[in-house]
């Protein structure tokens, strides 16, 4: 088996492996989808007998944390044909994915997961759960926009693009640099509506594309929304109950910034009425990506917390993405597995070594991103994740301190 950058030579074999799991079919469109989203960023691919059997794509972006920005390796594609399936091919890709991006100064990592479990392996661990809303369009208690909205498509990717990563991040949102994803995303989806407002100069302010199956009969699926200020938001929304004429479904993973429900008129006798149709209401919650923490003193520097008195501890870190590495790779960056001492506060730091007089935290990366993340506190994850040890004093006093707002992507990845 080898591993190596993506060349343009083995997007023929990708794309069989793309129709082997599914991912899209044999069309231009699809290949050129396949070329934007492979030749942007980094993708590495691995071989079997000479043959390209597997790849992994990187993309640069950010993610919000309290108030910084860190950089961040978006995982977007792991895919294996069914002849390499497991080889252990596809976890050392992801690993060297990860480790190269580390290497580029990425301190932390994100992917959406086909399951929980898989990439655990590699110190990811689950994401904070998202809130999948399905609503009827007219039961929105918004104002219809008055002026009328400008028709996005294709021609519109880079500035939609643009848009989107304009959006005011709020902890845990992400945004990804190259416009290669969403030109790509819009390549492959055939119906779609994409509406949205220019200013003045004619830039895009806000917009919001949909997609659906069955453009007569729906259900539409938001795809994303981009928006300056919050406030823009509700004219999206508006600009869907406009369409309600002919649009009867909508889902939409809720954006951070408000709750959906709000904006419904009875929302609960609406789910009890379209229980079981094809147009069913529903609030639902699924943790569909994974974090992991690339490089510890950059993510513990962006704790910044109202506390007069920094906390200390030791911290003992496991970290098992190294058994995955070449050993060139691993020489480089090898994990953050390691013996540490732990101050959070106003400026929080990290430092190797141990202290006796502290208590000591045990964790995988994968756990400790979590509770770093604030997907759910320490006492919690105590409860849930054995690996996770600390005395129960310490976790108090963590959750006492570390009161972090639900992490939210906000980007489909
Ligand atoms: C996901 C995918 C790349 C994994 O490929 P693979 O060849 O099975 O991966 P590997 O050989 O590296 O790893 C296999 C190991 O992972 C384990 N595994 C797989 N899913 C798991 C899960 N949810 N939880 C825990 N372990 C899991 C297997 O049991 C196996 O364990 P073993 O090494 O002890 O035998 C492959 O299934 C695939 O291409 N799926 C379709 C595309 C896709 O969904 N990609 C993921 C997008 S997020």
Redesign the pocket.
């Known amino acids: 088996m080898e591993i190596r950058p993506y060349e343009p030579r083995d997007l023929e074999a990708m794309m069989q492996?793309h129709r082997d799991?599914g991912?899209s079919g044999d069309t231009d469109q699809h290949r050129d989808a396949g070329r934007l989203f492979y030749e942007g960023d980094t993708t590495l691919v691995g071989l079997v007998g000479g043959r390209v059997e597997?790849f992994a794509s990187n993309h640069d972006g950010v993610m919000r944390y309290l108030d910084d920005d860190l950089r961040l390796c978006v995982v977007g594609?792991?895919?294996?044909?069914h002849t390499?399936?497991?080889?252990?091919?596809?976890?050392?890709l992801?690993a060297e994915a990860v480790a190269r991006d580390a290497q580029r100064g990425a301190a932390v990592a994100v992917?959406?997961?086909?399951?929980?479990?898989?990439?655990?392996?590699l110190g990811f661990g689950p994401g904070a759960y998202d809130h999948l809303v399905s609503f009827d369009p007219a039961a929105l208690r918004v104002p219809v926009p008055e002026r009328p909205p400008v028709r996005l498509g294709i021609d519109d990717a880079k500035r939609m693009h643009d848009n989107r990563a304009a959006r005011p991040l709020r902890h845990g949102g992400i945004r990804l640099s190259d416009a290669a994803q969403t030109n790509a995303d819009m390549l492959i989806i055939k119906e779609t509506i994409g509406l949205g407002f220019e200013d003045e100069n004619g830039d895009l302010t806000h917009h919001v594309f949909l997609y659906t199956a069955d453009r007569g009969g729906g259900p539409w699926i938001v795809k994303w929304m981009g928006w300056r200020e919050p406030a823009q938001l509700l004219d999206l929304f508006g600009l869907l109950r406009g369409a309600s004429d002919q649009i009867r479904n909508v889902k939409l993973i809720e954006p951070a910034d408000i709750r959906v429900w709000d904006l419904l008129d009875r929302p609960w006798r609406k789910q009890h009425m379209t229980r079981g149709s094809k147009d069913e209401a529903f609030i639902r919650a699924a943790s569909w990506w994974a974090a992991r923490i690339c490089d510890l003193q950059a993510c513990i520097a962006a704790v910044k917390l109202p506390t007069a008195e920094p906390l200390r501890f030791n911290l003992v870190l496991d970290d098992s993405i190294g058994q995955k590495l070449s050993d060139e790779t691993a020489t480089a960056w090898n994990g953050v597995g390691g013996d540490y001492v732990v101050a959070l506060g106003a400026s929080s730091t990290v430092e190797s070594g141990s202290d006796g007089t502290l208590p000591t935290m045990r964790a995988s990366v994968g756990t400790f991103t979590r509770l770093w993340l604030g997907v759910h506190d320490a006492r919690g994850l105590a409860l849930t994740c054995p690996d996770l040890d600390a005395p129960p004093d310490l976790l108090a006093a963590i959750d006492r301190v570390l009161r972090l707002p639900s992490p939210e992507l906000g980007w489909d990845i």
């Open positions: 492996i799991v991912w597997s594609g792991v895919a294996t044909s390499a399936r497991r080889s252990g091919l596809a976890s050392r992801t992917l959406g997961v086909f399951d929980h479990g898989f990439y655990d392996r």
